[in-house]
């Protein structure tokens, strides 16, 4: 068992690594003076060469790579080049409405879709069934940023049923987790609706039909377990990579997360900012997939005994 | 173009230059005041403007913040020495008067008694010396220091000679003395930067870097609240006199979203200003239909701004390097057509300089949109078959791009677009021998000739990289007027240079003057003071609310 926590704690810190690796060589293959961006355009040579030498902009490039991994190693993320912010800083600040719209739009997906899953594949085939795929299909085919700008225009803006952007109390997170949420449920109805049926189809549901017990006893209580063990894998990796998503939604309604910050310092070419949301996202799916892992073991006694 | 042929007609000769020369020839020595508000209605005291912004200002430290947005908050916070006007005309701020001495090197400054900063403390002269000396010091890397650089003993000071700069002297608490390498007629406007916003050195000793977050000034207002990223908020400064511009309790800044998202907001009625954040003013998509509606038509304030935007053309790189190909490209374009696509937001441009600026010059002879022209030059330049170019440009939704593209087809040009992201693009035309042509644009820093016509176009600003010489273009001619007129002390013959180096700048061709943009603000029927700033835009300070 320790043997195994120890090979997962190196691999992932290999993962990490090797991200930081990526995005740190990539960063530095984009065209474009970072010092020129920190010191504005209208900066003189001379300015443009201090701040070289104040962020050894003119090192070789796999020295300044492990000055980062000292630094790193130090729990230093570094400043912004463009507002001097501290990242950890930055992070630490916007981790709360990113958590926070994540979460909403978590507990929203699921919970739509494991009724809508469930039900559809207890009355597979039926009207019911056809249209809740066809707003599935819909839903999956929904750019982001679209989604998200419709609903604050009609929703907020025209009807004035929710505020329309800016962060003020939890409220103001409502349509935008729904937004969020959106864009998933239909995957995930479709996922839990195709692992019901195979469940339903199995002998140990035949068997409880045959002890006469309820069909929604058998679905909700005995079914659906077994049907969402794969769906707790997909669902672990989908929050860790939530980001993605979280990028539009946090900047078409104005949110202060870390969507929101790394999508300014891409646009600003900021590289420690970006270091920073990248390596965040990161380490968001190394310990998802760990969670997952924990998760697994709870679910399925099977899965426990053979870790 | 009505509103381009009024300015040029009215507003350059009447009142920017008038006020231009007054400054020149007696504003040596001044002691003027501000001219009073032309408003009517009595301001009321009280309320919170609020604002949005796209992004954080970059810093609220007048050593690094140097952007047009943060300059406007930079205001809220801190004064200098001298200040703009109503116009372009530079008045008293901390300063009540100066004069020049005989050999024009040397300004000495008698300060405002009572000035004190948020702190509590008196603003005294050596304020000034610590608070230039800080934006010459090479570990902050203030993007204004190069302005600075002219102060007598600055270069020694940056290569750690001496411990502090000559030129600048307190000899006594409430008298400050400026001594200049040389002679320069636009130092004035230097001391609008933020690099000469004065701060108490106790306060940047006590908050390091993070001063920036902390600001200690004497302006107008104090910084109460900055969550970054999220919300900035501004409350009137209990110890600053100038009541006439603390109309407002408070200003809240929101941080986020997009222009969109602001207007909508605006629409609401839960923002007071629609955009604050930079030109237009006006989402894009939306401006017709704002300037359309009888709601919202009459809160449009509208002010041609100090910048214009260009087609460079590398005159180091093939085929740029002849003339003839710069004059046929010069020929091809379309300029009216680009001032439909930006719906009006623009006027054309024909010359250098903006038309706000002293010595814009209205007998400019440039080039017409000749297509027929342009394809005779491109053959008797040995191009009748055609060429191909590589036009590089931002990745924006702009519509400029395409069209200068379309237009040069028409003649033969093939131009590849290599969309980019706007440091890339800064990158890359600053770069000596890269980007073949680009667009790219300038707006003033302040309004001088100089600021574009020496920046932009004297060869012997040519360097390897960082280079803002973006055509590398290099007349000698051209460098010794732009020197000559650098030092004119008579001001109606500098300009008179000036527009003899634009003359011979425009005929050269090593860009395409496309046009220049106008700035809006869309303001709620209870905001009163918006009228934009030519040189500043937003003066928040000097906002106020009826509701």
Known sequence: MLHRLLRRLGLSVVTLLGTAFLTFMLLNAVPGDVARVIAGAKASPEVIKEIHAKYHLDDPLWQRFFLYLNQLAHGDLGHSYVTDQSVAEALITRLPTTAALSALAVVMWIALAVPLGALTARFRDSWFDRSTLVVATITLSLPAFWLARMLQYWLGYQLGWFPIGFFRSLGDLLLPAAALAILFVGYYARLIHTNMVDVLESPYIQAARAKGLSETRILFKHALRNAMIPVITILGMDVAGLLGGVLFIENVFALPGIGTLAVQSVFNLDPPVIMGTVLFSATMVVGANWVVDLLYGLIDPRIKSAV | ?547
């Not at chain 2, 933020?194 to 050195?201: I, R, S």
């Not at chain 2, 200003?251 to 979203?257: A, F, L, M, S, Y």
């Not at chain 2, 401006?287 to 053309?313: C, D, K, V």
Request: proline share 9%; glycine share 6%; net charge negative.
């Open chain 2, 1 to 547: 173009m009505k509103v381009l042929s009024f300015l040029r007609t009215l507003v350059f000769p009447g009142t920017i230059l008038g006020l231009w020369l007054l400054l020149l020839t007696t504003g040596q020595s001044a002691t003027a005041s501000s001219p009073a508000a032309t408003s009517t209605v009595q301001p009321r005291r009280g309320g919170t403007l609020r604002l949005a912004l796209p992004a954080d200002v970059s810093s609220l430290d007048p050593a690094r913040g140097f952007d047009t947005i943060s300059f406007q908050f930079l205001l809220l916070l801190y004064q200098g020495l001298v200040e703009y006007g109503d116009g372009a005309e530079l008045v008293p701020a901390l300063a009540t008067d100066w004069h020049l001495s005989t050999d024009r090197r040397t300004y000495t400054f008698h300060l405002r008694p009572g000035a004190r900063f948020s702190n509590g403390r008196a603003v005294v002269a050596a304020d000034f010396v610590y608070s230039m000396e800080r934006t010459l010091d090479p570990k902050i890397a203030a993007p204004t220091e190069s302005y600075f650089e002219e102060i007598a003993g600055a270069p020694e000071f940056r290569a750690g000679k001496t411990p502090h700069v000559r030129g600048l002297r307190a000899p006594a608490p409430e008298t400050l003395e400026i001594e200049l390498a040389a002679p320069d007629p636009t130092f004035l406007f230097i001391l609008t930067l933020p690099g000469a916003l004065v701060v108490p050195q106790e306060a940047v000793a006590q908050f390091g870097a993070n001063f920036t977050a902390h600001p200690v000034g004497s302006g107008p207002y104090i910084l109460t609240e900055w969550q970054r990223g999220t919300v900035m908020r501004f409350a009137r400064n209990p110890l600053s006199p100038q009541t006439n511009r603390q109309h407002l309790d408070a200003i809240e800044v929101r941080v986020g979203g997009d222009r969109t998202l602001h207007l909508m907001m605006f629409e609401q009625g839960e923002l007071d200003i629609a955009e604050v954040d930079d030109f237009p003013g006006i989402p894009i998509p939306d401006f017709l239909r704002i300037e359309q509606s009888p709601r919202w038509h009459l809160l449009i304030e509208r002010i041609p701004t100090g910048s214009a935007n260009y087609l460079s053309m590398n005159t180091e790189m093939p085929p740029f390097d002849n003339l003839k190909v710069r004059q046929a490209v010069n020929y091809a374009i379309n300029k009216e057509k680009l001032i439909r696509l930006l719906h009006g937001m623009a006027a054309t441009a024909a010359g250098i300089l903006p038309v706000t600026m002293p010595g814009f010059n209205t007998n400019l002879q440039s080039y017409p949109y000749d297509p027929a022209k342009a394809r005779q030059l491109l053959a008797e330049s040995g191009f009748a078959g055609g060429l191909t170019v590589e036009l590089w440009c931002e990745v924006d939704p702009s519509p400029i791009p395409a069209s200068l593209q379309y237009d040069l087809k028409q003649v033969g040009i093939n131009a590849q677009l290599n969309p980019v992201t706007f440091p890339t693009l800064l990158h890359s035309q600053e770069q000596r021998k890269t980007a073949q042509c680009c667009t790219s644009a300038w707006s003033q820093d302040y309004p001088d000739p100089s600021d574009f016509l020496d920046v932009m176009f004297n060869g012997n600003r040519i360097t390897e990289s960082g280079c803002q010489n973006t055509s590398f273009y290099n007349n000698p001619q051209v460098n010794q007027l732009l020197a000559a007129a650098a030092t004119c002390p008579d001001p109606s013959q500098r300009l008179h240079l000036y527009q003899q180096a634009e003359q011979i700048i425009v005929t050269d061709a090593p860009c395409v003057p496309l046009y220049q943009p106008y700035s809006y603000a869309l303001h709620q029927p209870w905001v009163h003071g918006v009228a934009l700033h030519p040189v500043v835009y937003f003066r928040f300070e000097r906002m106020w609310l009826d509701r």
